[in-house]
């Protein structure tokens, strides 16, 4: 069973849509995360949510909306897409926000193409 | 300033070798330190936490030095399967596990 899936894994689009990457864990983590890592392999957190609820937010434009139904899920909405949004978003999930326990469970990358 | 930073390699070695990767942090504040290590095209996964004694894990030593903001990885008798990017990771103090993670450092063993 994996334990952070998210879908799809491959998207590629034209600019100017909108579109939607889900996320799910079942490791019964409090903690989900979206990351964006760009061509250059920098890996960087746009959003976290600690049981359905935001608490980190960097900046990040407002077409990208995350949204968490429950603990268990994390999905992101990204509307009117540009080039640079092209990269790989990857969604993770940790026990607890707090306490820095560094363990990251991340899926396995959805790789968006933006034309 | 980054908040973490890495030289990006790539490192070349030869199976056996003994490799360092280093990495600095801008962040005098940061409590938490780790290596993840990330195959190509795939998911970063945790490799080990650094301690702030240092600590080993097999093939495998991490050193902090928190007067420099220096994080090291060592790597011992390099197998082909260590092929990977290993990325520096520091918590932010911004609170709520916010890591922030270094570009990585390749590393490729040779046969």
């Known amino acids: 069973d994996t334990a952070v899936s998210q879908t799809p894994k491959y998207l590629v689009t034209q600019m100017g849509n909108d579109k939607s990457i889900k996320c799910e864990q079942n490791l019964g983590h409090d903690t989900m995360y979206w990351y964006k890592q760009d061509s250059k392999k920098f890996l960087k957190i746009m959003f976290s949510y600690n049981n359905k609820e935001l608490i980190i937010n960097e900046t990040v434009p407002n077409r990208f909306s995350p949204k968490s139904p429950d603990k268990a899920h994390l999905n992101l909405h990204i509307n009117s897409l540009e080039l640079g949004d092209s990269a790989v978003y990857f969604c993770a999930s940790s026990r607890i926000a707090t306490g820095n326990t560094g363990e990251l469970f991340f899926g396995e990358g959805s790789r968006l193409t933006v034309l | 300033r980054k908040e973490v930073e890495q030289d990006p390699g790539p490192f070349n070695v030869p199976e056996g070798a003994t490799v360092a990767f280093n990495c600095t942090y801008s962040?005098?504040?940061?409590?938490?330190f780790f290596w993840y290590r990330q195959d190509c095209r795939k998911e970063p996964k945790l490799l080990m936490s650094?301690?702030?004694s240092g600590n080993e894990d097999g093939r495998f030593t991490a050193q902090l030095n928190r007067a420099s903001q220096y994080i090291s990885l060592l790597i011992r008798d390099s197998k082909l399967s260590d092929s990977a990017t290993y990325l520096c990771?520091?918590?932010?103090?911004?609170?709520?596990?916010?890591?922030?993670f270094g570009t990585g450092t390749r590393l490729t063993v040779i046969p």
């Open positions: 962040n005098s504040a940061s409590q938490s």
């Open positions: 650094v301690y702030s």
């Open positions: 990771v520091v918590n932010g103090v911004t609170g709520a596990n916010n890591l922030f």
